[in-house]
Nanobody, 125 residues
C-alpha cells in the first residue's frame, strides 16, 4: 500500500516555472514506476511524464518535452516534476501515480495502482 500526496501547485504566469512534489508513504517508491498525469475540466486524464525505478529511464508527453523534467529522490521517497516555460494550456489538476516498475504502457492510467489527490496548476498570462 502506497499513499501519495502532491504539493507545489498554484498560480503562475506564462513563461514561469513551478516544481511539483509527490511525497509517498507506506512503501518506498524505489520499488515503483512513478508518473505524473494531468486533467483539465472536461478533458480526459492525460499522461505527462514517467520515471522508472532506477531513475535511468524517463518518458515525456510530446507536449511537455524540453520544458518539464521528472526526477526522483528515493531516499526522500519523493518524486518531482519541474515545469519550465509554462503555458496556459498546461493548466490542469496534476496527479501523481505509482505502479509496478515493470509497466510497459506507461501512458495508460489503468496500469497504475495508486494515485494522489491532485494539485491544481493554473497558468495565466
Amino acid at each position: 500500500q502506497v499513499q501519495l500526496v502532491e504539493s507545489g501547485g498554484g498560480l503562475v504566469q506564462a513563461g514561469g516555472s513551478l516544481r511539483l512534489s509527490c511525497a509517498a508513504s507506506g512503501r518506498t517508491i524505489g520499488s515503483y514506476a512513478m508518473s505524473w498525469f494531468r486533467q483539465a475540466p472536461g478533458k480526459e486524464r492525460e499522461f505527462v511524464a514517467a520515471i522508472k525505478w532506477s531513475g535511468g529511464s524517463t518518458y515525456y508527453a510530446n507536449s511537455v518535452k524540453g520544458r518539464f523534467t521528472i526526477s526522483r529522490d528515493n531516499a526522500k521517497n519523493t518524486v518531482y516534476l519541474q515545469m519550465n516555460s509554462l503555458k496556459p494550456e498546461d493548466t490542469a489538476v496534476y496527479y501523481c501515480a505509482a505502479g509496478p516498475n515493470t509497466i510497459v504502457l506507461i501512458t495508460v492510467t489503468s496500469k497504475y495502482d495508486y494515485w494522489g489527490q491532485g494539485t491544481q496548476v493554473t497558468v495565466s498570462s
